[in-house]
């Protein structure tokens, strides 16, 4: 698929300025419930005049060509605006997670050889403070932490900078961005991304969903991340939409009837979040006795989708992890059809979706127009994408590692491909791991299983060089089921009656030997989930490792980690 010069993201953002200076572009939450709203002609007039003050200080410091700079923040309306900005400048954008501890900021900051960062909102300044190197500048906004000792303010900055003019073109090959993968284990490493795939990812992707400038996307998963950066960045960029921001945890509910999406995506564990609340408004049981007549059943679904801002969906996308299949029923029994997507930091998720009307649960689509994909060496999905990256940053052996002479992208993930081309994830290649008794046991699968148990929020399967394989699981609330005798029991009971339903559909070495059922909630603070939610295997393990064996010479279905 060919681009135009007037399909990149700078020529975008210029052209909506242009063509509709009056529309909304970005929608901030404030404290107390007040918003502040940027047109499209006010956020491209800011960004030209930061992108001004920042290539002064480029000249003046003797910043090299193409430098990079950082981006340190939480999702905002700055955090796209400052985007704007580093690329108008003329230089590359390393975005971080705004999660991330002190040493992984250093790490980034050092590899990346960023000039300067640009602080935003931030929850937690002093955890994140000593990660930041005394020679990187630092840029603040009105959501900063006051304390973080900015060089300059942006807010001063566009009040005192006459706007950048004219803005220099950034060409299709040009490198835009290097996005650090959040990672499951290992160090993050430096992807890197061209203004081209910033374009050819939402014009590709709209083939398969229609969208316009009069969408309406609440941003909430981390813009650092790639799905985020396509969903909400480059498909605003490109289609001119409105994007709204959620202020915090404890407001997402109320941020997502401001915005009320026409098109939403979040990950399996947000999806299993809704489902809890919603049961906690009203009783399962009473719930899915209504949804089952007929009538009575969308209405009700419609209700119910109105009362936590969904109800003016087209679109609901799922990715990241698997998605328990269920659920993905229960949401359609709502009259909400959730697609599953498929996708990699390495080909900035332009990958496989699933078409309308062509969905299978469990599987994540066919592939986007334009992607190849077939499977390799035991049964690896290896995809060849006109968005792949360029190549990882300062590391051509990796490179060659992963993204192949033929071009095919090598995803480290086990796949299957039915007869319409559909592909379905059944695990990854270094998460198979053998027992003592020399069988092969791939974790994914059977997690997709236990997961369906609606009390459960994450499960991890262990069991490397050990008899028979466990799960590791965190229930949904905390922590009621450990200090109430008779909760606990009840939920020992229903987890156990589970366990016996799953185990029936695993082969013999498969077979789980128990539940361990954890007090600990599994968060990005803590390391044991990355910030799109998934389960970082290797920590887990390591976390409870020194208590594998008290379990097992328990000999129960089920056991409380007291």
């Known amino acids: 698929m060919q681009i135009a010069a007037e399909e990149l993201p700078l020529a975008r953002v210029q052209h909506w300025a242009r063509t509709r200076p009056a529309a909304v572009y970005l929608t901030q939450p404030l404290e107390a419930g007040a918003v502040r709203e940027w047109t499209w002609a006010q956020a491209v007039d800011e960004a030209c005049r930061v992108a001004a003050w920042l290539k002064a200080q480029g000249a003046e410091r003797g910043w090299p060509e193409r430098a990079r700079v950082a981006i340190l923040s939480k999702n905002c309306a700055h955090w796209i605006l400052m985007d704007f900005a580093i690329w108008m400048a003329g230089y590359v954008s390393v975005p971080l997670y705004p999660t991330a501890s002190a040493a992984t900021v250093r790490q980034v900051l ?50 005192s900078t006459p706007p950048l003019t004219p803005i220099a073109p950034r060409e299709a090959g040009e490198l835009a961005t290097i996005i650090y993968t959040s990672g499951t284990t290992g160090v993050p490493k430096g992807v890197m991304h061209s203004f081209g795939t910033f374009a050819l990812a939402p014009k590709t992707t709209a083939q398969i969903w229609p ?18 950066r396509l969903l909400v960045e480059a498909n605003s960029v490109y289609h001119g939409f409105h994007v709204f921001f959620a202020e915090s945890l404890d407001t997402f509910v109320r941020d997502l009837k401001r915005a009320r999406p026409t098109f939403f995506g979040t990950v399996p564990r947000l999806w299993t979040k809704f489902q809890q609340g919603i049961y906690a408004q009203m009783p399962k049981q009473r719930l899915d006795r209504m949804l ?7 209405w009700v679904g419609r209700k119910v989708l109105a009362a936590i801002g969904l109800d003016r969906v087209r679109y609901a996308a799922c990715g990241a992890a698997p998605m328990p299949t269920e659920l993905l029923s229960w949401f359609r029994k709502l009259g909400l059809d959730l697609f599953e997507v498929y996708g ?7 990958s496989h979706g699933t078409r309308p009307g062509e969905g299978r649960i469990g599987y994540v689509g066919r592939a986007y127009p334009g992607v190849e994909c077939r ?53 990854r290649l270094k998460e198979i791991f053998k027992t003592a008794k020399g069988k092969y046991v791939a974790p994914a699968p059977i997690e997709d299983r236990l997961s369906r148990h609606p009390q459960l929020e994450a499960v991890c399967v262990c069991g490397a060089g050990l008899p028979q394989p466990f799960a590791i699981v965190m229930p949904a609330t905390h922590p009621a ?62 976390r409870y490792a020194p208590k594998f064996d008290a379990w097992a010479a328990r000999r129960e279905a089920v056991v409380f980690d007291d």
């Open 344 to 350: 990699m930091t390495e080909n900035f998720a332009l």
């Open 292 to 298: 089952a007549v007929p009538v009575l059943g969308r």
């Open 211 to 228: 969208v316009d400038a009069n969408e309406r996307v609440l941003s909430h998963l981390p813009l650092a991340h790639v799905a985020e």
């Open 375 to 427: 499977l390799g060496a035991g049964g690896e999905v290896l995809v060849k994408s006109p968005a792949n990256m360029l190549g990882y940053y300062k590391a051509p052996e990796l490179t060659r590692e992963t993204l192949d002479a033929e071009g095919w992208l090598h995803t480290g993930d086990i796949g299957e491909i039915d007869e319409r081309g559909r592909l379905r994830i059944t695990g």
């Open 110 to 159: 050092e590899h990346s050889e960023a000039v300067a960062c640009f602080v935003g909102k931030l929850d937690d300044w002093k955890a994140i403070a000593s990660g930041l190197p005394p020679a990187v500048l630092l840029l603040a906004c009105a959501l900063s932490p006051p304390e973080c000792g900015a060089a300059a303010r942006w807010e001063q900055i566009v009040a």
């Open 481 to 542: 089921w450990f200090e109430d005798a008779a909760q606990r029991e009840e939920l020992r009971a229903s987890l156990a009656a589970h366990l016996e339903r799953v185990n029936a559909e695993l082969e013999p070495h498969e077979k789980l030997a128990f539940l361990a059922v954890v007090r600990e909630s599994w968060t990005v603070d803590n390391g044991l989930i990355t910030p799109t939610l998934k389960v970082k295997r290797s920590q887990i393990e390591n």
